[in-house]
């Protein structure tokens, strides 16, 4: 909506009124000052507020450039007004000011006036002409009564009676002499005054351009301390500008972060029901092997016991390596014979959890060890570690307890190389121990993710190894190589996944031939 100029429909002589009842002297002089009207500072400070009226009501008149100052500044002092005037409908306005009267009694009438002037309502401004046009015509009205009255007292006739002006005529010229003696004598006199007159009139008005000076100045430290006031509160409305701004980017950033979380959460919503519906088939399962369970629970016990004793013994035999060369094949062969009943007790658990596995592995009977594969996706492994446990995995000791007695064909190592990281002394130690080593680079899209693991890989090897192994053992709890896993199963071999179970898919560890849960006695 496009803001009302008051001055446009109001006459000359009525702004002149209105801003000689609106302002006082100090304020028209710091308009005049701030506008740049007047370049003589002295002729301002020795002219009257009527002369000072004037050239203002001019130049607001003529002169567009000033508008916004003169307005700002009477829209200032109006602030109040402004502000209860705007809460206020019409028929409240016209009823509450009806006549400039009271207004005027009052004190209110150049700030009431002027917010009903800048008022955006059409109705409101022209209210404000018509209260306007009222007044002004009433204090002409009585100031033309007064000059009327006056004019004819003065043309009225002087009648009077014969004998006073036949003694006015006799003494008419002798009054004439003494008058002419007397302004003779009072020549000089007035002489002196006029001189008296004019040296008071200098001192007067040399008195008066002091106190104006004396205001000037008092009126400059004034503005000075207001810009003071006003930079301060502009540096302040910066700063809150510049925080507001901040918190806007990070509020923008929470939004993006929000509707990706928004994504993965219908994402899980819709795995978490189809687990619910896996759940209850694996719910019959479950309490159809109970039992198995409370058996496994037995042999898992003494297993864990006698993991604990080979991990001590093998400590041990680390830690007299050194010093006790010697003595090195006797350990050894204790600690073989350590993994050899822990692989009893690890197949008691296999018979238990799978009571159809005598159909599994045919060689095992005729005494001949199964051929194994491992196959380790090591940034499976770490990070499932890490998010868990805050620990890393054993590598060298997962491979020593999963494969067992048996025969290792190969163990494949799957590595994600990351440029902010180095590996090399880690690759160093599973290439010493027994590892294939399988390392590519993270590779960067254009849209700024990244991409790296080694799912094709690892499937490529497994089914190109799958002739020469009896064993395929899978290190990784990814769901996405179920179908891998069912794939080996009908080739008749047997599938054995080893992972954490808080990271493992349900959907893996039921396509597995066993499940392999690592647990603290694997990490470091």
């Known amino acids: 909506m496009i803001e009302p100029n008051p001055k446009l429909k109001i006459h000359h002589d009525q702004l002149t009124w209105f801003l000689a009842i609106f302002l006082n002297e100090k304020e028209i002089f710091q308009l005049l000052m701030h506008t740049n009207l007047v370049t003589d500072t002295d002729k301002l400070h020795s002219s009257s507020k009527q002369e ?21 500044h009477l829209s200032q002092k109006a602030e109040h007004a402004i502000s209860r005037i705007g809460y206020m409908v019409v028929d409240e306005i ?27 309502r059409e109705d409101v401004h022209s209210h404000g002409i018509r209260l306007l046009t009222a007044a002004y015509k009433t204090h002409k009205d009585s100031a033309e009564g007064e000059v009327h009255q006056f004019s004819d007292y003065l043309a009225a006739p002087q009648t009077s009676s014969p004998e006073i002006q036949k003694i006015q005529t006799k003494y008419a010229n002798s ?9 003779e004598q009072t020549t000089e006199i007035e002489n002196l005054k006029n001189t008296l007159a004019n040296l008071q009139v200098e001192y007067t008005a ?13 009126l400059i430290l ?56 896996k759940y209850g088939d694996v719910t019959a399962q479950l309490n159809e092997i109970t039992q198995i369970r409370a058996s496994k629970e037995t042999f898992m016990g003494e297993l864990k016991l006698v993991e604990e004793a080979v991990y001590k013994e093998f400590q041990t035999l680390e830690q007299l390596k050194t010093d006790l060369q010697t003595y090195f094949d006797v350990i050894e062969k204790s600690h ?5 009943a822990l692989n009893q007790i690890r197949q008691t658990v296999d018979h238990l959890d799978e009571p159809e596995s005598e159909s599994i592995n045919q060689e095992d009977r005729t005494g001949t060890q ?53 590996q090399g002394n880690f690759i160093s130690l599973l290439e010493h121990n027994g590892y294939t080593i399988r390392s590519k680079d993270l590779r960067l899209r254009g849209d700024g993710s990244a991409k790296g693991d080694w799912d094709v890989g690892i499937a490529v090897d497994v089914v190109s190894m799958l002739g020469m192994l009896d064993v395929v053992i899978l290190a990784s709890g990814d769901g996405d190589f179920c179908p891998l896993a069912e794939l080996i199963k009908q080739q008749h071999k047997r599938i054995e996944i080893v992972a954490f179970e808080h990271n493992t898919s349900m959907d893996l560890q039921a396509v597995a031939d066993q499940f392999f849960p690592i647990g603290e006695e694997l990490l470091m």
């Open 52 to 72: 000072l009226l004037n050239r203002l009501t001019n130049a607001f008149s003529r002169q567009s450039h000033i508008d916004e100052i003169v307005i700002e």
């Open 94 to 120: 016209h009823t509450f000011f009806k006549s400039p009267g009271p207004l005027i009694e009052s004190g209110e009438f150049g700030e009431v006036v002027w917010a009903l002037l800048t008022d955006s």
């Open 175 to 183: 009054l004439k002499e003494v008058q002419k003696e007397v302004d």
């Open 206 to 218: 040399i008195e008066k351009k002091n106190k104006q000076l004396e205001q000037h100045c008092q």
């Open 222 to 277: 004034e503005e000075n301390e207001t810009l003071k006031i006003k930079e301060d509160v502009y540096q302040e409305n910066k700063n809150q500008i510049v925080s507001l701004q901040q918190e806007n980017e990070s509020l923008h950033e929470k939004a993006t972060q929000y509707s990706e979380t928004s994504t993965s959460l219908i994402k899980l919503e819709a795995e978490h029901q189809q687990l619910l519906a």
């Open 336 to 340: 073989q014979a350590s993994r050899n």
């Open 370 to 422: 199964p051929r194994v594969g491992v196959f380790v996706d090591v940034q499976n492994m770490f990070y499932a570690a890490k998010d868990r446990f805050e620990r890393r995995v054993d590598y060298i000791k997962l491979l020593d307890l999963i494969v067992g007695p048996r025969q290792l064909i190969s163990a494949y190592a799957y590595i994600v190389q990351i440029p902010e990281i180095k």
